[in-house]
């Protein structure tokens, strides 16, 4: 059975659950489809975002989804949606489970796949003491021994930022030699020693990361890690709509190209939060989604 939806928001997170907020509020009839797997699900609590600060990700999306219940043009499923094809002037939606919707605009707000390197014990210390973002994470672990993981330029920029929060912290290249000597100069210059030793793999206690183990037997005592993830797209609906990606940068390998209205190059479809920058922030994507849901009202009214 096919409804008619003014739009179609792909993803329940900041991105996605500030955007049908601002649509509920127009009026615009809204169908918000969430698969449940946002990033930040990991981690302990919310990091710089105000009025929310270190609340568990889960509380702030449930807390959104009750607000969201007081817009009757608003509807918030639990489901994934597998492809999205272009008809008669908008979209035929299918989902998981073979339900069809038809809408006239599409927000992707989807956010990305977080990928940290490979190493044994990371991903139970993943969003706690082993963390991506020192904004987010790096109150928690501040003035106590960190560690970066990275290699090239982008352990250098790393380093140096997390000097923001602790006089010790030292790279970590995990058996690589890729820093050049104008790298290794400023992190001498910026007091970071580095160690390019084969990582064996990450030793905790309790949930919090105690040390780095090395292949040699030796290890480091540390409390925190910054590791040098990159995003991907989790799925290939953005690519199924015909949207263009910008050059892969040093986080992000798939973005989606906006404009300043948050229009992708494929018409009738928008994006915000994650899945279309550099800087993953959740306040961030909270103040996108809300723009980008303005702009996809301002698209249905000239159609009027």
């Not at 568990?56 to 999205?84: F, I, N, W």
């Not at 210390?125 to 987010?136: A, D, I, K, Y």
């Amino acid at each position: 059975m096919e409804n008619d939806w003014e739009c179609l928001v792909v993803g329940g997170g900041a991105a996605g659950l500030s955007a049908a907020l601002v649509l509920g509020r127009a009026r615009r009839r809204t169908l918000l489809v969430d698969a449940g797997r946002q990033s930040n699900l990991a981690a302990k609590g919310i990091g710089g975002l105000l009025g929310h600060d270190g609340r568990p990700a889960t509380e702030l999306y449930e807390l959104s989804r009750k607000e969201l219940q007081q817009y009757p043009s608003v509807e918030v499923r639990s489901a994934e949606v597998r492809t999205a094809q272009r008809r008669d002037g908008g979209f035929d939606i299918e989902l998981a489970g073979g339900s069809h919707e038809r809408v006239k605009r599409v927000l992707l707000a989807m956010g990305m796949e977080y990928r940290p390197p490979p190493l044994p014990g990371l991903d139970e210390l993943w969003g706690g003491s082993v963390f991506h973002c020192p904004f987010c994470h790096g109150w928690e672990v501040r003035e106590q021994p960190l560690a970066v993981l990275a290699q090239g330029e982008r352990a250098m920029h790393m380093a140096r930022l997390l000097r923001g929060w602790t006089d010790d912290v030292i790279v970590l290249t995990n058996g690589t030699e890729d820093l050049t000597e104008e790298t290794r100069n400023c992190l001498r210059a910026s007091e970071v020693p580095v160690d390019e030793r084969p990582i064996e793999r990450l030793a905790s206690v309790d949930g919090e990361l105690e040390a780095i183990v090395f292949t040699d037997g030796s290890r480091l005592a540390r409390r925190g890690l910054l590791v040098a993830a990159t995003l991907h797209q989790r799925t290939d609906l953005a690519a199924q709509l015909g949207v263009n990606f910008v050059e892969p940068g040093p986080v992000s390998m798939e973005a989606v190209e906006v404009d300043a209205l948050y229009q992708t190059s494929a018409p009738g479809v928008f994006a915000a939060g994650d899945v279309c920058t550099q800087m993953p922030q959740v306040a961030a994507a909270v103040a996108a989604g809300s723009a980008a849901a303005a702009s996809v009202v301002r698209s249905l009214m000239e159609e009027i």
